[in-house]
């Protein structure tokens, strides 16, 4: 059982930047590839970018590959989303997920999400 509490969003100016943390509770966190996804209103959740479980993988969707960066600390159980660059279209709830499997992009290969975070980009 992984429990997952994010937080670090906000508001921000298009161009700034914001650093999301994700707490993680439960012994086998460190075993799980880390990911974050996003949701805007009215649309379906997308997928953001990922970090295996080691930390020495990560990917991102094309939309923010360059601006925003995952990393994980397995001594602290925490992850995070480093966003650079931000512009109006990056406004949404975020969350992190875990997931058993490699390389998941998708919703489903997720076992374990948090509640989300607001990230608001004004223009």
């Known amino acids: 059982q992984v429990q997952l509490v994010e937080s670090g969003g906000g508001l921000v100016q298009a161009g700034g930047s914001l650093r999301l943390s994700c707490a993680a509770s439960g012994r086998t966190f460190s075993r799980y590839t880390m990911g974050w996804f996003r949701q805007a209103p009215g649309k379906e959740r997308e997928f953001v970018g990922a970090?295996?479980?080691?930390?020495?993988?990560?990917y991102y969707a094309g939309s923010v590959q360059g601006r925003f960066t995952c990393s994980r600390d397995n001594a602290k159980n925490a992850v995070y989303l480093q966003m650079n660059s931000l512009k109006p279209e990056d406004t949404a709830t975020y969350y992190c997920a875990a997931s058993p499997v490699e390389r998941p992009t998708l919703t489903y290969d997720y076992t374990y999400w948090g509640q989300g975070t607001q990230v608001t980009v004004s223009s």
């Open positions: 970090i295996s479980w080691r930390g020495s993988i990560a």
